[in-house]
């Protein structure tokens, strides 16, 4: 059974920074590329950042790029996501995502399985 479960989640002031954990199970990480979205209230969900099969190619939202980094170990199944200097519209959830792929692709369409999310929020 695949899955993914994410961690890392809390309440931070506005500059203050946390790191999401993405834990895969259930499949090989190595054969999909990975990708970390969000959905704040009353919005829909957007693409924040995703990485490819190796973690050759990465990619981010215009709104997060210079204060997000992702990153993965396939040996620990994990894939993170950290976050620096955030906002309170950085409020969100905060799902990550497998979509199988050849090659170093990476985006976010198509993804084959979700995890439940972790909840964000920048406030003082």
């Known amino acids: 059974q695949p899955q993914l479960a994410e961690s890392g989640g809390g309440l931070v002031q506005p500059g203050g920074s946390l790191r999401l954990s993405c834990v895969v199970s259930g499949f090989r990480l190595d054969y999909y590329a990975i990708g970390w979205f969000r959905q704040a209230p009353g919005k829909e969900r957007e693409g924040v950042s995703c990485?490819?099969?190796?973690?050759?190619?990465?990619t981010y939202a215009d709104s997060v790029k210079g204060r997000f980094t992702i990153s993965r170990d396939n040996a620990k199944n994990t894939v993170y996501l950290q976050m620096n200097s955030l906002k309170p519209e950085d409020t969100a959830v905060y799902y990550c995502?497998?979509?199988?792929?050849?090659?170093?692709?990476?985006?976010?369409?198509?993804?084959?399985?979700w995890g439940k999310g972790t909840l964000v929020t920048v406030s003082s």
């Open positions: 990485i490819s099969r190796s973690g050759g190619r990465t």
């Open positions: 995502a497998a979509v199988v792929r050849l090659g170093e692709s990476c985006d976010y369409y198509g993804m084959n399985y």
